[in-house]
């Protein structure tokens, strides 16, 4: 009698196998740069490389589903139960006869592919983070941290990196339900979530392992000063924070129900400053794509509810980065956040601009996401940072723990 397997894990396995040797080559260039370093130097490092890969992984998530990609290969890890589409190619070739104008493509089924390849080779280096912070911990499971001149330490333990390791394990999960329910909204929507906290965790992370709190000036100090934050300015960085990652979900939405193009047009929508609108048709969460629960195809003016209530919200969202902006440039607070802040929300204006008056143009649309990250991930890095410097405030005066040799 035969012995047939339940599932078949080979797909997953190969597909983790690609990500190890994605994952080989910044780790290995990393290990050689940074040779000489202490051990939270080089957390610090991998945890920089983690962050800028996750913020290329999500421009190209976007670009996966911006160019139809997301079911290149309608089967989850493999394709078509291969590692690769190179050996997909008789599959792929027959679906493509099947349905000329479906999902299904030879292009689309390496772009969907590689968009798999990148996400495990971060999941890599994430795990290799979590290994050397737990490796690495000293006896009160803190890691040995760089020493100010004023004394102040930041004592970082392994919990933040265990907790990404788990975010990332179900922004996984959630990659395979994006293809195995056929790109249902609500699913792909969380994903996209999932993928800016995971860039916002890194950041808040990096932040940590940065060490010293040091923001301007060259002593820690004067670094202290300028990432402590009144209770207002905070409390308004907070609100800043919870108003993008709002309005990123709206965005999202927007994307997963392709009512981009549903306002053509610029103030107005449709002619008109109110458009006939169904708001409770169009934010039906759970519901397939194009169609409302009950299988009926979606209204236009479901779409243009959704396309609408984005943009009535991004104006507020605008008001609210440019002050945190404006307040932290006046007070002398954060050093470059200010800046960046004010660039990104200008980048915003302008690519959201481009998405609705050029017909949605693939490279304004990847911009679009992308400053949206980056956005989310400079105001995690700025409630961390001052996080850390109102602990170091609080207590200026601690001992330094013993160093865990290099």
Not at 94 to 118: C, D, F, N
Not at 134 to 148: C, K, N, P
Request: with cysteine; proline share 6%; net charge positive.
């Amino acid at each position: 009698m035969d012995a047939t397997p339940l599932y078949d894990l080979s797909p997953l396995v190969r597909l983790m196998l690609m990500g190890v040797a994605v994952a080989l080559l910044p780790l290995a260039w990393l290990a050689w740069r940074h040779r000489h370093a202490t051990r939270p130097q080089k957390l610090r490092a991998l945890t920089v490389l983690t962050l800028f890969l996750t913020f290329d992984l999500v421009l190209f998530g976007a670009f996966t589903r911006l160019t139809d990609s997301g079911l290149g290969c309608p089967d989850w890890p493999g394709c078509y139960g291969h590692a690769s589409p190179l050996g997909a190619r008789e599959s792929i070739a027959s679906a493509q006869e099947a349905l000329p104008t479906g999902p299904v493509t030879h292009g689309k089924a390496w772009i969907e592919m590689i968009h798999r390849y990148l996400a495990t080779g971060v999941g890599v280096l994430i795990i290799a983070s979590v290994v050397l912070s737990v490796l690495w911990r000293d006896r009160s499971g803190a890691l040995g941290s760089r020493t100010s001149g004023d004394g102040v330490e930041v004592r970082i333990s392994p919990g933040l990196p265990l907790l990404i390791l788990v975010w990332v394990l179900a922004q996984g999960a959630f990659g395979a339900l994006t293809v195995t329910m056929k790109l249902f909204p609500a699913i792909v929507t969380l994903h996209l979530l999932g993928g800016v906290g995971l860039l916002a965790l890194l950041a808040v992370q990096a932040a940590r392992f940065h060490g010293v709190v040091q923001v301007t000036g060259p002593s820690s100090r004067e670094g202290v000063s300028a990432a402590q934050l009144s209770p207002g300015l905070r409390s308004l960085l907070w609100l800043t924070t919870a108003l993008v990652l709002v309005q990123i979900a709206l965005g999202g939405w927007v994307s997963t129900n392709y009512a981009v193009l549903a306002c053509q047009d610029f103030p107005r929508c449709q002619g008109a400053w109110w458009p006939e609108m169904d708001l409770a048709q169009g934010f039906t969460l759970w519901r397939p794509l194009g169609h409302t629960p009950e299988g009926a195809p979606i209204t236009f003016a479901a779409l243009t509810a959704i396309h609408y209530v984005h943009r009535l919200s991004a104006y507020l969202v605008l008001a609210a980065v440019l002050a945190m902006a404006w307040a932290l440039w006046r007070a002398g607070r954060l050093g470059w956040v200010p800046r960046a802040l004010a660039l990104l929300a200008l980048w915003q204006l302008l690519t959201g601009l481009s998405n609705v008056v050029l017909g949605w143009p693939l490279v304004a649309a990847v911009a679009h996401t992308g400053g949206a990250a980056a956005m989310l991930a400079v105001l995690a890095w700025s409630l961390s940072l001052s996080g850390l410097a109102r602990g170091a405030q609080a207590h200026p005066s601690l001992p330094s723990p013993r160093r865990v040799p290099a």
